[in-house]
C-alpha cells in the first residue's frame, strides 16, 4: 500500500512539474488596436476583440461594416483591416535563434495592409498570402495594399462558408 501511494506521488509531482506552456497555445501576435464591431474565431467560438488581446495560430480575425482592426505579429509584421475583412492565421513560426520561419496568412476578403516585419527581412521566401485570386509570396521588406471581394456564385451569394 505505501509503495502503491509513493508511486501516485510521484507521478503527481512529475505531471505537475512539467510546465504549463508545453500545452499552452502559441501567440503569434497582438490586437493594436480596433475601431467598430470585430471579432475573433477561435476553436469555433466567437468573441469580441479589443486591444491588447493575443492573436493565436488558427485564429479568425473578421470586421463588421463599420471594423478596423491593427494586428502586431511577434515578428513586428502589422496587418491592418478595413470593414468587412476576414483574414485567418494558418501558421505563424518565428524563432531566429533556431532559424525557423513560417507565415502563412489567408485573407479570404476585405480591405487589408501589409506592412513586413523581421521575417520578410530575414527569410521572405517562409511568407506566404493567400488570396481568393492567388498566392503572394517572397515578401522582403515590402508594403502593399490589397481589396479582395469574397468568391460568389451566379446569384451573388457569397461562397464563404465558416
Do not use: W
Amino acid at each position: 500500500m505505501k509503495q502503491f501511494f509513493l508511486s501516485c506521488t510521484i507521478l503527481f509531482l512529475l505531471f505537475a512539474l512539467i510546465p504549463v506552456q508545453l500545452f499552452a497555445e502559441t501567440t503569434v501576435g497582438k490586437v493594436k488596436g480596433t475601431r467598430g464591431l470585430v471579432s475573433i474565431i477561435r476553436k469555433g467560438k466567437t468573441s469580441p476583440a479589443f486591444p491588447g488581446d493575443a492573436i493565436y495560430q488558427n485564429d479568425t480575425i473578421i470586421t463588421g461594416s463599420n471594423g478596423a482592426i491593427g494586428i502586431l505579429m511577434q515578428d513586428n509584421t502589422l496587418i491592418s483591416m478595413g470593414p468587412i475583412s476576414r483574414v485567418k492565421m494558418e501558421k505563424f513560426l518565428f524563432k531566429p535563434d533556431k532559424n525557423e520561419y513560417a507565415m502563412k496568412l489567408r485573407m479570404i476578403e476585405g480591405t487589408f495592409v501589409y506592412q513586413s516585419g523581421l521575417l520578410g527581412k530575414l527569410a521572405p521566401h517562409a511568407v506566404e498570402l493567400d488570396t481568393p485570386v492567388g498566392r503572394i509570396s517572397m515578401l522582403k521588406g515590402t508594403d502593399f495594399k490589397a481589396k479582395f471581394s469574397a468568391p460568389s456564385d451566379d446569384s451573388g451569394r457569397s461562397l464563404i462558408r465558416q
